[in-house]
T-cell receptor
């Protein structure tokens, strides 16, 4: 089963670029990588999803190396409102298509 | 977002009470989920419904009983809960269960959650 490992927490300042790396050594050939954001006492919110190389949307970029054993979520010029927990997910390789949320990375953005 | 709504937002109940959590999605999705999030713990997937049929039950105790009367509504019936069941209960929906080809997973849209306290 694919399992993800992320840093527990990160600190940054407003205006900086933040990169959060997730390890998923056992990712299956067909699995996509998905990132969610969660604010306190709210449900997670989808940020970005990718399979390989680079994906970019209006919120973030996702970098996936050729071996796909890790991925990096890049948040450009963070603001205080980006303070949240960020989850990296990979589908369980069982055909059940279940999503397992790990512990996530708690990002604290300082003024 | 108002795509997925949950009621009530807060619930306090005794261990002998029976209550129900309600979730409604206005997105035309075919799959709905219940998650539990305890303090400082990852989200735990509890149940998955696809086209009103339960397709996942992740070893959830029988004191939690889900119901999906149609593709827009999902309930979680609670009875004889324990204090350790206190948590944020989140409902989510996605277009389909299983997504598209291979390991692609449909985006899940979460509701705001119900904060449950069991006394």
């Amino acid at each position: 089963l694919a399992k993800t490992t992320q840093p527990i927490s990160m600190d940054s300042y407003e205006g900086q670029e933040v990169n959060i790396t997730c390890s998923h050594n056992n990712i299956a050939t067909n699995d996509y990588i998905t990132w969610y954001q969660q604010f306190p006492s709210q449900g997670p919110r989808f940020i970005i999803q990718g399979y390989k190389t680079k994906v970019t949307n209006e919120v973030a970029s996702l970098f996936i190396p050729a071996d796909r054993k890790s991925s990096t979520l890049s948040l450009p010029r963070v603001s205080l409102s980006d303070t949240a927990v960020y989850y990296c997910l990979v589908a369980l390789d069982t055909g059940r298509r279940a999503l397992t949320f790990g512990s996530g990375t708690r990002l604290q953005v300082q003024p | 977002e108002t795509g997925v709504t949950q009621t009530p937002r807060h619930l306090v109940m005794g261990m002998t009470n029976k209550k129900s959590l309600k979730c409604e999605q206005h997105l035309g999705h075919n799959a709905m989920y219940w998650y539990k999030q305890s303090a400082k713990k990852p989200l735990e997937l509890m149940f998955v419904y696809s086209l009103e049929e339960r397709v996942e039950n992740n070893s959830v105790p029988s004191r939690f009983s889900p119901e999906c009367p149609n593709s827009s509504h999902l309930f979680l019936h609670l009875h004889t809960l324990q204090p350790e069941d206190s948590a944020l209960y989140l409902c989510a929906s996605s277009q389909d269960w299983g997504g598209g080809v291979g390991g692609y997973i449909d985006t899940q849209y979460f509701g705001p959650g119900t904060r449950l306290t069991v006394l």
